[in-house]
C-alpha cells in the first residue's frame, strides 16, 4: 500500500486523504502518504469510508476483491466505467473527485484501486487492490462482506478424458462415433494402397475414400489432422506413405471410450488447429502483427464449460443449445477468458460479408462468443459421442449375404482396419454397417503383405462366427490356386457392316496404333478411355459413328 501511494501524483493522493478525513497540513508526500497510512489501521474509519460509498461502488470493489483483488484493467474500466485521463495541472484545477464520473473514479479517488502493470510475459495493466487493504476490508465482521469476499467460485483444471477411467471399457463396446469411423477409414486407405506419397496427404486421401466417410469435409481434414498429430505416418526412405503400424495396432486394440481419449488429448496439445480460422462469418487478417493461441482458447473454452456446469448444474452433453447457454454464461461472469488484457482491438479480424474490421468489445459474440460455439459444437462434441449401437448382442461382426458385397459392423473398427488388408471397402450405409467386396488387387495386395487364402479364410470364419457362403469359399480357394482367370473392363466397339470395310478402315483411318483386339470379323474392340479419338479417327475418313 505504501508504496502504490508513493507512486501517486499529489492531487490524487489529495482526493485520498480528503476521502479518509486525514489533514493536508504536511510538508511533504510522504508525510501525507505516512498518514493516510495511519488511518488505514483505524477500523471506525474503515467502516465510516466504506458506509459512505454507494452500493454500486461497493459491488465494484467486491467483484474486484473476488477475483484475488486483481483484474485487468480495461475490462474494469469496460465494465463500471472509464478513469479519465488527467495529468496534474489538470486534476489541480478541475478536482474530479468532487464529482466522480462513473463507478471506478469513486473507487479511485478514495485509494481504493490501484493500477499497475504486471511482471508477466506480456505485461498487462491491472486494476488492484493493495494486499494490506483487501485483508482489512474483506475480513472486517462489521462491514458485512466476510460472505460475499469468499472465492466461491469451483474452477477446475480443463478435463483431459472425455470418459472416467470406469468408463473404460472393452474393444467390443459398441459405442458410436463418426470420428472413430472415419479414422479407421483413412488409416485402412493408407494401409491398403502402398504408393501414396506426402503431396497425397490429406487432399487426395480423403477424396478417395469421399463415399465411405460419416462426417463434413471440415470433419474429415479434422480426422486427417488427429491421424498425423497422432504420429501415426511416416514416410520410407523412398518417400512412400507409411502408417506406423505398432502405435495403430495398440490404438485399434483398445476401447471406443479409451480410443476417443487419446484423440482427446491429442486435440488439446494441438497449437496447428486453430478453431477461430474455422468460425463462420470472420477472416484473420495480417497474421504477421498478432496471433492467437489455439492450445490456450480451447483450454480457456473449456475450462468456461465446466464453471457452467458446475455453477448451473448443468449436462455436459455438448450440443447447439449449449455452445449457446456458455457464451451467454461466460459473457456475464468472464468475457475476457481470451483476451485477459481486457484489450479488444489488438487482433486484426475483417467481417467477412461487409469487409469491416470487427474490433472493440462490441464485437464480443463475433469472435469469443461464436469461438466458444464453435469449438462446443465442434470438436468437443466431435470427441465426446457415446451413443450405442442398438444391435442384438449376438450379431456377428461380418453378414454375408448372396450378393459379392458382405457387411461389418460399424463399430468393429479393430475387425475392419483388418479386413481392409485384404478387401476393397466399397459402400458405406448408416446403422447397417461398411460393405466390402474381394478383388484380385485386394487379394495381390494381402499377398505382398504376406497373408494367404487359408488365413484370409481363417479371419472370416472367426470374424462372421459362421461358415463362409459357398460361391466365396470357392472364389478364394480358386483364385489362391490359379491366380485371375477372367478379366472384366470396358471397351468400345467398333462394328461395321461387312470384313472387307473393316480392314479397309483400319488402315486409312489409321486405327492400328491403338491397342486392338478383333471380336470378330467386322469388329473390333478398342480401350474405352481411347473412345473420343477413335471417334475423331472415323470422321476424318468421312465416317459419322453411331
Request: proline share 5%.
Amino acid at each position: 500500500m505504501r508504496s502504490a501511494l508513493l507512486d501517486e501524483a499529489l492531487p490524487r493522493l489529495v482526493a485520498i486523504a480528503e476521502a479518509w478525513e486525514v489533514s493536508l497540513d504536511h510538508a511533504t508526500s510522504q508525510d501525507l502518504v505516512q498518514a493516510i497510512l495511519a488511518q488505514l489501521v483505524d477500523p471506525v474509519i474503515m467502516a465510516e469510508v466504506w458506509q459512505q460509498l454507494p452500493s454500486d461502488s461497493q459491488r465494484a470493489w467486491a467483484t474486484l476483491a473476488k477475483g484475488d483483488g486483481r483484474m485487468p484493467f480495461a475490462a474494469f474500466e469496460r465494465k463500471f466505467g472509464v478513469l479519465r485521463p488527467m495529468g496534474p495541472a489538470k486534476l489541480e484545477r478541475e478536482r474530479p473527485w468532487l464529482q466522480p464520473a462513473n463507478t471506478t473514479e469513486t473507487l479511485w479517488y478514495r485509494g481504493l484501486i490501484f493500477r499497475a502493470f504486471d511482471r508477466s510475459s506480456t505485461p498487462i495493466e491491472s486494476a488492484f487492490i493493495p494486499p494490506e487493504l483487501l485483508v482489512a476490508l474483506a475480513t472486517d465482521a462489521r462491514l458485512g462482506l466476510a460472505s460475499d469476499l469468499v472465492n466461491t467460485s469451483s474452477e477446475r483444471a480443463p478435463t483431459h478424458d472425455v470418459f472416467s477411467a470406469k468408463e473404460s471399457g472393452s474393444r467390443h463396446d459398441r459405442v458410436s462415433s463418426w470420428l472413430l469411423d472415419d479414422c479407421v477409414t483413412i488409416l485402412s486407405h493408407v494401409q491398403a494402397n502402398p504408393n501414396l506419397t506426402a503431396s497425397d496427404w490429406p487432399s487426395h486421401v480423403l477424396n478417395n475414400v469421399e463415399v465411405l466417410l460419416q462426417g463434413t469435409r471440415d470433419q474429415a481434414q479434422f480426422a486427417a489432422h488427429l491421424i498425423r498429430q497422432q504420429g501415426w505416418l511416416r514416410l520410407s526412405q523412398r518417400g512412400i506413405l507409411r502408417l506406423n503400424a505398432r502405435e495403430v495396432m495398440s490404438w485399434l486394440n483398445g476401447s471406443a471410450r479409451s480410443q476417443l481419449n487419446s484423440l482427446w488429448k491429442t486435440w488439446l496439445a494441438s497449437s496447428s488447429w486453430n478453431e477461430l480460422e474455422y468460425v463462420d462469418g470472420i477472416t484473420l487478417e495480417m497474421r504477421h502483427t498478432w496471433r492467437n493461441h489455439p492450445v490456450e482458447d480451447r483450454a480457456a473454452v473449456i475450462k468456461v464449460w465446466e464453471q457452467w456446469q458446475s455453477t448451473l448444474g448443468a449436462s455436459n452433453r455438448p450440443g447447439v443449445a449449449v455452445g449457446d447457454a456458455v457464451a451467454t454464461f461466460a459473457k456475464e461472469h468472464c468475457p475476457d477468458f481470451l483476451r485477459p488484457s481486457g484489450r479488444y482491438d489488438t487482433w486484426q479480424i475483417r467481417d467477412t460479408l461487409t469487409g469491416k474490421f470487427l474490433g472493440g468489445f462490441e464485437h464480443w459474440d463475433r469472435i469469443e462468443g461464436a469461438l466458444i460455439r464453435t469449438i462446443l459444437q465442434g470438436p468437443v462434441a466431435w470427441l465426446s459421442a457415446t451413443a450405442i449401437y442398438e444391435s442384438p448382442p449376438d450379431q456377428a461382426v461380418l453378414n454375408f449375404g448372396e450378393s459379392a458385397v458382405f457387411m461389418i459392423q460399424p463399430w468393429s473398427r479393430f475387425e475392419r482396419f483388418q479386413l481392409a488388408r485384404v478387401a476393397d471397402a466399397v459402400s458405406f450405409e448408416p446403422n447397417v454397417g461398411y460393405g466390402f467386396q474381394f478383388s484380385n488387387e485386394s487379394l495381390t495386395t494381402a499377398k505382398g503383405f504376406g497373408i494367404g487364402v487359408p488365413r484370409i479364410i481363417e479371419f472370416l470364419e472367426k470374424t462372421a462366427a459362421g461358415p463362409l457362403p459357398v460361391f466365396l469359399r470357392k472364389a478364394l480357394e480358386r483364385w489362391g490356386t490359379h491366380g485371375v482367370e477372367a478379366k472384366v473392363e470396358q471397351t468400345v466397339i467398333v462394328r461395321m457392316k461387312d470384313s472387307a470395310t473393316l480392314d479397309t478402315l483400319i488402315k486409312e483411318a489409321g486405327l492400328q496404333t491403338f491397342t486392338i483386339e478383333r471380336l470378330a470379323g467386322n469388329a473390333l474392340a478398342f480401350r474405352f478411355a481411347d473412345a473420343s479419338q477413335i471417334r475423331a479417327a472415323l470422321l476424318i475418313v468421312g465416317i459419322i459413328a453411331a
